[in-house]
Every structure is written in structure tokens, then in C-alpha cells.
T-cell receptor, first 113, second 116 residues
Framework: KQEVTQIPAALSVPEGENLVLNCSFTDSAIYNLQWFRQDPGKGLTSLLLIQSSQREQTSGRLNASLDKSSGRSTLYIAASQPGDSATYLCAVPYGGSQGNLIFGKGTKLSVKP | DTGVSQDPRHKITKRGQNVTFRCDPISEHNRLYWYRQTLGQGPEFLTYFQNEAQLEKSRLLSDRFSAERPKGSFSTLEIQRTEQGDSAMYLC??????????????FGPGTRLTVL
């Protein structure tokens, strides 16, 4: 059974810091891994999707890496801003590339001005 | 078409009432998912459709829940005889199934259900 864990559950940093969010999964036979952002009371915004054959993906100040063999992914946020404050979730598909997603509980990030 | 839409955004109902939610996926997407999210948790899978066919249902989807996607476009999720434990955010997502896509799922804004 696939389980996804995110550490830490919450993180508070001053503006301008670089930070890393962690995601681990128990079954390394994944097709891809997706990172999302969720603002309070809102839906999920897709940030990055890494295919199993890729090691990392970048979008602006965000960089996500994937190490399938160790069952880990990291989301690196450079030069954090107060607008980055949100909950960040990672997810992997179950049972195939188009399967339903299995989510972690998320990391709640607070960036203080 | 700018993304997945859901209606209503908020629903307050009394225990025992029936509620229905609607999801409009991204127009070219043939696969549609429903998830439920409670406070402090990640979303949990409920069911999904490939075009109009409902291909999988989670054990979370009790017999009080029913979902349809009659023409392979929009989908509805109905909860009958609501219970307080049904209070949650209901999220819809869609993706395009084809060999060239990355199978990235795109989510709607969600419907927040409160059962009194």
C-alpha cells in the first residue's frame, strides 16, 4: 500500500530565505510525482510534475527533485516571499500513470515579512 | 476554458438532507476524479470517470454517495441523507489520458460542505 509522508507539518521562515520541503513515499514504483499548493479554503494549484524518468523540474523560484530509489522528493523554494505562504502537498498516482492520487498531509508554510 | 470549475462553492445543509455538487472539467479532458478533503488532511480519492464510464469507486464512497457523468462532460456528486461526518471540502480534478500527456491532474476550487 502506497503511503505518502510530508515533513515538516509546518514551517515558518523569514522572508528571503531559501527552504526545502520534503516528501517521502513507501512504494518506489511510481510513474510521476506532483507538487501542489493550497491556499486556505481553496482548491489545489499544480506547481510541478516530475516524471519517473526525470530527476528534477524547475519553474521560476521552485525546483522539485525526485529520487525514486530512496522514495523521496524535495521542493526547493528560493528567496521565499510572504505570498508563498500556503500549504504544499505532494502526491503520487496509484496503480498506474493515470490513477487516482495518493496525497501527503501537506506542509503548512508561513513566510514572515 | 480556463480550468476546472465547481458549483456551488459553499453548501450548508441540515442533517438528513440531500445535496448535489457539479464539476465542469477542462473541456478536452476525458478523465474526471472526485476527492474529499477534511481539515488538516490531504485529499482522499472517492471515484473517477473515463468519459461517461465510472471506472473505480473508493471504499469511502458509501451507498449514500452517487456520482454521474452522463455525457462525458460535466459530473455530479450527490450525497443522500447527509451526516455531520460528510462535512468536508469536495474537490474535482481532470486530466487528459493520452500517450503524449504527462497525466497532470488539474483541480477545481472545491465545494465546501457543512452539515449542521
Amino acid at each position: 500500500k502506497q503511503e505518502v509522508t510530508q515533513i515538516p507539518a509546518a514551517l515558518s521562515v523569514p522572508e528571503g530565505e531559501n527552504l526545502v520541503l520534503n516528501c517521502s513515499f513507501t512504494d518506489s514504483a511510481i510513474y510521476n510525482l506532483q507538487w501542489f499548493r493550497q491556499d486556505p479554503g481553496k482548491g489545489l494549484t499544480s506547481l510541478l510534475l516530475i516524471q519517473s524518468s526525470q530527476r528534477e523540474q524547475t519553474s521560476g523560484r521552485l525546483n522539485a527533485s525526485l529520487d525514486k530509489s530512496s522514495g523521496r522528493s524535495t521542493l526547493y523554494i528560493a528567496a521565499s516571499q510572504p505570498g508563498d505562504s500556503a500549504t504544499y502537498l505532494c502526491a503520487v498516482p496509484y496503480g498506474g500513470s493515470q490513477g487516482n492520487l495518493i496525497f501527503g498531509k501537506g506542509t503548512k508554510l508561513s513566510v514572515k515579512p | 476554458d480556463t480550468g476546472v470549475s465547481q458549483d456551488p462553492r459553499h453548501k450548508i445543509t441540515k442533517r438528513g438532507q440531500n445535496v448535489t455538487f457539479r464539476c465542469d472539467p477542462i473541456s478536452e479532458h476525458n478523465r474526471l476524479y472526485w476527492y474529499r478533503q477534511t481539515l488538516g488532511q490531504g485529499p482522499e480519492f472517492l471515484t473517477y470517470f473515463q468519459n461517461e464510464a465510472q471506472l473505480e469507486k473508493s471504499r469511502l464512497l458509501s451507498d449514500r454517495f452517487s456520482a454521474e457523468r452522463p455525457k462525458g462532460s460535466f459530473s455530479t456528486l450527490e450525497i443522500q441523507r447527509t451526516e455531520q461526518g460528510d462535512s468536508a471540502m469536495y474537490l474535482c480534478a481532470s486530466t487528459q489520458e493520452d500517450s503524449s500527456s504527462y497525466n497532470e491532474q488539474f483541480f477545481g476550487p472545491g465545494t465546501r460542505l457543512t452539515v449542521l
